[in-house]
């Protein structure tokens, strides 16, 4: 299959799946119209006052009675509770609070009594069981707050949460600090577990669209939505311990014109390493950050982008065992890199893949750069190279010397000016590399080595060099290299 045709295949199976959505009948309980609503207890909808005490109460007598929540059509306006963050807080005991669709609103009320310049959380999700569906939030009259002003805090101890077909939006405002649509954080012995994120709209969310601060794990993310964001569409920044066992699919991360932050996407880790993160079958426009991670999954994804001067795939720090694969990653302009691996503060990524990737390069940039470079599998991917002046695969040894590297069974073409670069830095020392059985096709050299360790004699075996006279195959290694080229 071309280059052309791969792509094209690729793509339309990641955007139809992040299109599809699963229609689930309702269960007789879900049907069942037996609830309270916050108007028994006196909220009345469309009338600017403040309904928080009657929608708490409505919480709790559901809890009492287990009973769901039931939101009318309208707005229910939500004010701030005097020395306390959250104005909305869940029972221990779970329960369901489902509206009408976008029908059914809260509306964040600022008065001019407030206190000001003071983190807000509308509803506080604590406790084992909750399920909140089918209603909007809106942020757009909530005065001036701090930045830990969120619309949803899953605040531990929570298990079993699951939030679904919800639309949010808590846009920027200059006279505000805001926060994040939904915020996940957990503390020692009251971890946040077991949730469930599907079918949310994040229309703009003045920091995060999801943040996941620490001790979070268990989450899925299915068929979610941001549209705008002042910082990142996911947003691992762990302050402490850290997050575990993350799924992310089927979804489409937008910045949209108020981002202000590098990346998208966030998988990170803090002081330990976040484990076991996958981002699978998603659009993601702008880029994803991979920071101190352990086993980390990046598959059946379309990236695309052109912020100046970023990769739009980025390993940094001791990351160890990423996958980065079958994905679609198109620098649409401006320069920069596709997927960069780079140390940070002593640590670099280690046991790295790259595997069956499309990468499309407008804009100036390596296409694949390595600085350092251990254990890295670079194979069966189709590399474009747009814009000239850039080899298609750059190592480098920086801080240690390039180990195990390999890259084989790659397609490179375009006006790449090399089709793999390897640099020794200063005393780091480019050594264990092999280059073998890709097809390189129209770029200015072959496999170019550069202050090479005179003692290392890679292994260059079984590439087929289209265009190319036999002298530029290979350059630079002063022993030769083991192997045999076309």
């Not at 280059?3 to 699963?22: W, Y």
């Not at 980390?296 to 390993?315: D, E, F, P, T, W």
């Not at 089709?419 to 020392?429: G, P």
Request: hydrophobic content about 40%; proline content about 4%; charged content about 20%.
């Amino acid at each position: 299959m071309s280059q052309r045709r791969a792509q094209a295949a690729l793509l339309i199976v990641v955007v139809a799946s992040c299109g599809k959505r699963i229609s689930v009948p309702p269960s007789p309980e879900e049907a069942s119209p037996i609830c309270v609503s916050p108007t028994e207890f006196g909220a009345v909808v469309d009338d600017g006052k403040d309904d928080r005490a009657a929608v708490q109460q409505a919480f709790e007598v559901a809890a009492s009675r287990r009973l769901d929540v039931c939101l009318p059509a309208g707005d229910l306006h939500v004010g701030r509770v005097p020395g306390r963050i959250s104005s909305l807080i869940t029972p221990m005991q779970g329960i369901r609070i489902r509206g009408m669709g976008t029908r059914s609103r809260f509306v964040m009320l600022g008065k001019p009594d407030d206190e000001h310049s003071r983190d807000w959380w509308v509803i506080q999700v604590t406790g084992t069981g909750h399920r909140l569906q089918d209603f909007a939030m809106d942020g757009s009259a909530r005065d001036v707050t701090d930045e830990q002003t969120h619309l949803i805090q899953v605040r531990g101890p929570a298990r079993d949460i699951q939030l679904e077909r919800l639309r949010l939006a808590i846009p920027v405002q200059s006279i505000s600090k805001g926060g994040d649509c939904i915020r996940l954080l957990g503390d020692p012995g009251e971890e946040v577990q077991n949730v469930r994120i599907a079918n949310v709209v994040g229309e703009v969310c003045a920091r995060s669209f999801i943040a996941f601060q620490r001790l979070v794990s268990n989450v899925t993310v299915d068929h979610v939505t941001s549209r705008e964001v002042g910082g990142q569409a996911i947003d691992m920044e762990p302050s402490g311990d850290a997050i575990r066992d993350v799924t992310i699919r089927n979804s489409m991360f937008r910045r949209g014109s108020i981002a202000r932050g590098q990346t998208t996407v966030a998988l990170a880790g803090s002081r330990i390493h976040s484990e076991n993160l996958v981002l699978e079958h998603s659009v993601v426009e702008g880029g994803i950050q991979v920071f101190r991670v352990r086993n980390a999954l990046i598959r059946h994804n379309y990236i695309h982008g052109s912020l100046r001067g970023l990769g739009l795939i980025k390993v940094q720090a001791a990351s160890e065992r990423v996958q980065i694969e079958h994905n679609v990653i198109q620098r649409t302009g401006e320069s920069g890199g596709g997927v960069e691996l780079f140390s940070h503060n002593g640590g670099w990524p280690r046991d790295v893949g790259i595997r069956g990737n499309v990468i499309i390069m407008a804009g100036s940039g390596f296409p694949i750069h390595g600085e350092p470079v251990q254990a890295l599998d670079v194979s069966n991917n189709s590399i474009v190279c747009q814009a000239p002046g850039f080899a298609a695969v750059f190592l480098r040894g920086v801080v240690v010397s390039i180990d195990r590297a390999r890259v084989h069974r790659n397609t490179i073409s375009g006006r790449c000016v090399a089709a793999v670069r390897i640099a020794q830095h200063h005393t780091n020392t480019t050594g264990a590399i092999v280059v073998e059985a890709n097809v390189i096709d129209g770029v200015q050299a072959g496999v170019i080595f550069e202050n090479g360790e005179p003692s290392v004699k890679p292994r260059i075996d079984g590439n087929r060099f289209k265009g190319l006279r036999s002298t530029d195959h290979v350059r630079g290694a002063p022993l030769g290299y083991e192997g045999t080229n076309m």
